[in-house]
């Protein structure tokens, strides 16, 4: 590796892009991305497919929404955003229903025609049956949340699939990440800004890294190039931190997904992006249809499925999300120590903090991490 590059950024994906591009804009400093994979994006990146022009997100459906206006405002210098707003359903026993739970899943499930007030003193009665003082795991969780006969149709099922572990093994936070609600707003999220890039993800990292002091070199893992580093390189890495120090504390856990993609002739397969299977008897837990993700491009007559699974990682598995266990957290604090101990390395990002982080969580991060990396660089 020449000399000219005071800054590596290890992972193409938002984390290290976002870095990669406020060091080369604002530093005015020339910037090597490697990326292991041969694409850019990490996990967001999309594709058209080539049989049918619909734009697949590779790693799963990716829905960009957030609060945070500095965030929205970057996104939208590299592509402006379409209107989507993000709805999920799900299928148990036949019937679909709207997810998160809210009024409309209530009464259809129940077979009732319950007012907000009506629902709320009526599950309130559920959960004063099943319920636990404090609870200590996912089960226990939901049930005091939503009653036990919503828990056991839509929440028990579709979590052993997702984590292949009992849910009263799991720990509670998991299912806060999932509002309950008692009026007909079925919307995924509650942001203040929601939609997907209108030229696509693939368009957008390439706008983003089209700066003339960043340099990206993809298939090339950053391990094999360490040893030429020059004394004196900042390396922004995004990669496990657990594999940044051979693994010397121990190995983190982690789930990875498998993916199987499918064209279809027809038009529209299950009329919405995601439909979640929420019995173990379908092995897989959701099925996505991207088209739906893009109701102003023109598709007919094809359409692009993409059932997912979900497993333990293995040693050559992709990381997808961090299980963080009690027994994780411990070794993580480990690396957190060391890494503290490396004055030239920014550790990010999803795999380098080991947190599930959504799009605009890693790039808020890594507006935070340039702005401490800026301060050191202004003092010299
Ligand atoms: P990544 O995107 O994972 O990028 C890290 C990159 O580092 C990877 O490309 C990897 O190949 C590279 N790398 C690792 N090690 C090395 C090495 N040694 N050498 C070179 N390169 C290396 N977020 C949302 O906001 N909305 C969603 O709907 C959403 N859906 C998701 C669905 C799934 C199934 C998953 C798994 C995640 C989802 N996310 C979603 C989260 C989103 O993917 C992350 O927020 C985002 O990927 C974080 O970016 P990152 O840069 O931290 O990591
Ligand atoms: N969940 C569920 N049923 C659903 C959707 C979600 O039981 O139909 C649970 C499951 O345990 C999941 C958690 O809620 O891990 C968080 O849901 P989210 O949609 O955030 O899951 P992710 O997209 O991260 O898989």
Redesign the pocket.
Known sequence: MDGSFRYVV????????VMARRIAEELGEPVLI????SHI????HSDIDSATGIEVHR???????TSNKAVWTFVNRFSDFNNYRHRVFTRHRGQVYTMPINLQTINAFFGTDLSPGEARDFIARQVAEGAVATPANLEEKAVSLIGRPLYEAFIRGYTAKQWETDPSHLPPDIITRLPVRFSRNDFYFGDLYEGLPLDGYGTLFARLLDHPHIAVKLG????ALRPELPAGTTVIY???ID?YFDYRCGRLGWRT?DFETEALPVDDYQGASVMNYADTDVRYTRIHEFKHLHPERDHEGRTVIMR?YSRFAGGGDEP??PINTLADRRIYDDYRALADGEKQVIF?????SYR???????IAAAFKAFERLAERHRSG
């Open positions: 290890v992972g193409a994906g938002f984390f290290g892009a490697v990326e292991r994979r994006g990490g996990n967001s790693y799963g459906t990716h829905l960009f929404h090339c893992d950053f391990f995004t990669g496990p594999r997904l997912e997808y999300y990010g990002g999803r795999l380098g599930y982080l959504d799009m605009h969580q890693a």
